[in-house]
């Protein structure tokens, strides 16, 4: 990274943190601006007609995950193994192969979605208009499945000023102006997914135009013109085809519920879960920041063996995952009403439950760091998608059992039993030989104190009647507390040695080392 202090120059680990909390501030301003998008859409819609439309996202949301199999990650794997390799003919193959594979896959999920969309729709009141909403959102899969792998090469060359700006900036920008012109004008909900589907179209042209002087720069450019390319084919789809799976979970985690409750319920209930879904996920924009460089740096350290290095990226990653997404588990937990009455109005009230048992589901994710993506790049593969497939039946069956008597917050529980599992089951994986502690003692204090601080603010504000102000005075001392005990593991001072000059910082860091 250009500009970064020379003694970062060669820490991997520093190095990733200070890019991610690049990419984190560039997540904030994506936070603020996708909040005001859907407490807009929220409030402007029906709840018929938001439903039509958060139901027509979550289907694009799993077609995408079909769409991009897994090959974001094996971008983001091997481009830099054969980088290290000096194997660039392999570097650009690789990425060549990607983009037309995920391109294919797009166009045929695409006209599967449109083909198939009056039966998807036929269970909602007005079967036609929401079938014309999943047409227009169906162009939405290609699009943004291209968009994410251009995340990870950007990752890979270590370029997250180029992510922030299309991913962070561009895109949160041209949704809120999409949205306040559906208000001033009074548009309908198909005018909005039309916005939706322009606005990934825009920011995949916009990372066009960066790509081609990142080529230049690696030389791979005219290797490119002249077709001087090895395609690995075989080699990357034994490591992208199992952990599809990965991809596929997730998406169903996501939008899954969502879908079944479209099938199951009404309208009305898939339009209450996915109003909080986009509030409870903010927490896990903290581990999808960390995530994009770790991946690449953690290939890299695996190459070469330094399986010491790797277990400090993994825990220094986990715990900076953990204290920042604190904050947002706290509010969304323990001020779940306040908040979602805030939002998004009255009409939303019954769905602060919903916020609060996703936000557990969210935290333990956070939490517990990218221990998916690490066995991933150890070559557990097989283990991975052991995991995923028993999270996938439990999912489905949990939903299917709760949603009947509970409607939306069977579909919530549902979630976050899952997510709970599936990370007690990546965790317990890490300590098969992988050379990563389960839980490293040097962060379990952190952890504990994380535990404890949360157990505590939560018993307060759930169980006490107390009023709003002292509510989010708790909230706002136990983040205190925790960033108090954490502080010596994140390595602030060591990560981020500007801040030390600054005279109030440097007294905190201070008593933080000592």
Excluded at 132 to 151: C, E, F, G, R, Y
Aim: proline content about 5%; aromatic content about 8%; some cysteine.
């Amino acid at each position: 990274m250009s500009g970064e202090p020379t003694g970062l120059r060669g820490d991997p680990t520093r190095a990733q943190v200070r890019g991610s909390t690049l990419l984190l501030v560039g997540q904030a301003f994506a936070l603020v601006a996708g909040l005001a998008v859907q407490v807009l859409i929220v409030r402007v819609l029906s709840k018929a007609e938001y439903g039509a439309f958060a139901y027509a996202l979550s289907l694009a949301m799993l077609a995408e995950a079909v769409t991009s199999f897994g090959l974001r990650r094996g971008v983001s794997r091997f481009m830099p193994t054969y980088e290290e390799r000096g194997e660039d003919a392999k570097a650009l193959g690789t990425l060549v192969f990607a983009f037309c594979t995920i391109l294919s896959l797009g166009l045929v999920t695409m006209l599967a979605l449109i083909g198939l969309r009056h039966m998807l729709t036929g269970s909602f009141p007005s079967p036609a208009h929401a079938a014309a909403v999943l047409l227009i959102m169906s162009a939405l899969t290609p699009a943004q499945a291209l968009a994410n792998l251009l995340d990870g090469v950007f990752a890979v060359y270590v370029r997250p000023g180029a992510i922030v700006v299309r991913k962070y900036v561009l895109t949160p920008l041209l949704r809120l102006v999409v949205v306040a012109l559906l208000a001033l004008e009074s548009h309908d909900v198909r005018f909005l997914a039309a916005g939706y589907v322009l606005t990934a179209i825009v920011g995949l042209a916009v990372y066009g135009t960066m790509l081609a002087p990142v080529l230049r720069d690696r030389g791979l450019w005219d290797r490119l013109r002249t077709r001087r390319l090895q395609m690995p084919v075989g080699e990357v789809l034994r490591f992208t085809v199992p952990l599809l799976s990965t991809d596929v979970t997730r998406a169903l985690l996501g939008g899954g519920n969502a879908v079944l409750l479209g099938i199951m319920a009404t309208p009305g209930d898939v339009a209450e879960l996915r109003a909080v879904v986009p509030v409870s996920l903010t927490m896990t924009y903290v581990l999808s920041a960390f995530g994009i460089l770790f991946v690449p740096l953690a290939a890299r350290l695996h190459a070469r063996g330094e399986l010491a290095d790797l277990n400090r990226l993994y825990w220094q990653t986990a715990i900076w995952t953990a204290v920042l997404s604190f904050p947002v588990f706290i509010t969304c937990t323990g001020l779940a009403g306040p908040l979602t009455r805030l939002l998004f109005g009255e009409r939303y009230a019954h769905a602060a439950p919903l916020l609060a048992v996703l936000a557990v589901g969210h935290f333990v994710t956070a939490a517990a760091g990218p221990n998916g993506v690490l066995l991933g790049v150890l070559g557990r593969v097989r283990y991975v998608v052991f995991a995923n497939l028993g999270a996938i039946v439990a999912s489905v069956a949990l939903n299917v059992a709760l949603i009947p008597p509970l409607g939306a917050l069977g579909a919530a529980l549902a979630t976050a039993a899952t997510f709970v599992g599936l990370n007690a089951a990546l965790q317990a994986g890490l300590g098969r030989d992988t050379g990563v502690h389960v839980l490293d003692p040097t962060y379990a204090s952190a952890y504990l104190a994380l535990a404890a601080v949360s157990a505590i603010a939560l018993a307060l504000l759930l169980l006490g009647s107390l009023p709003l102000l002292v509510e989010i005075a708790v909230a706002v001392l136990a983040t205190v507390a925790t960033l108090g005990f954490a502080r010596r593991r994140l390595g602030v001072a060591e990560t981020f040695p500007e801040l030390a000059r600054l005279p109030g910082v440097r007294l905190l860091l201070a008593a933080g080392r000592r």
